[in-house]
Structure formats: structure tokens, C-alpha cells
């Protein structure tokens, strides 16, 4: 069986915006151990999966922050609609999933405390934290 602490997903959440009808979430996803890979990043909205995306999108600053090429391709965002209402106290959950199905919390709260949180990181500061955050430019939608 494997070491379930370095097939565990590091992720890194790192934005969301509210853009017109749909919520725009960004951020990285690993495995530190080369045997393993990010399977996906899942975004829970009350409960309920929204989407479930790839971990592969360009990130150069994730790889040149850890020292290891394979994680170029670590990005993922996804949109997601707008829950009807007021969707500030929508429950929102983002989840990252190993090939061997370990998870990993990566944000649980409201949508407003996220959007609220996440806002006085753009643009982010790299070194101000232990792993790099996303940079300032937004990337296409899937």
C-alpha cells in the first residue's frame, strides 16, 4: 500500500472571482512523491460537485519554486455558475484527489469569506509564503 503522507495532494488555492454569473477559481496541485499524480481538483457548491478539473495547466513558478520540472504543468481553474440567490453564504469546498484517491482539503467556507480571502492576494507575493501563489495573470478557461 502506499505512503498515504506523500501521495497526499499539496494544492494551492489561489484565487476566485466573481465574475458576472460564474464564480473564477485558479491555483496548483502536486504530489511530491514522482510516483504519484493529481488526479483532479474538485469545487463543491452546498454540497454538491460543480466541477472536477485537471491539474494541468502551465505553472513555471511551481516548478522553479520546488526545483523539479515535472510540476510545469501543475495550474488548474475552473468556472462555475453562480448559485441563485445570494450566493455570499454558499458553502464552498475544494477538494484535490491523488491516482490513489488520497484527498485533500484545499478551502472550506462560504463563497463571500473566499472571495473576501482571497482578494488581498492579488497579486500575490511568492516569497511571502513557503510554496509560490499564482500569478498575477489570469489564465483562458477550460
Known sequence: PPKLRHCRPVTKFGWI???GDHLSL???AICLAPEYQVAAVEIYLNGR???SV???RPRPDVANHFGKPEFTRSGWHCRVPVPAGDFGDCRLLVISRSDVGTRA???AGS???ALTERAARQPSNPS???V???DSTAPASH
Request: glycine content about 4%.
Open 132 to 134: 509560490p501563489e499564482p
Open 17 to 19: 472571482r466573481h465574475e
Open 105 to 107: 482539503l484545499v478551502f
Open 26 to 28: 485558479n491555483g496548483w
Open 54 to 56: 485537471a491539474a494541468d
Open 111 to 113: 463563497v463571500a469569506d
Open 128 to 130: 511571502a509564503k513557503m
Open 49 to 51: 460537485l460543480a466541477a
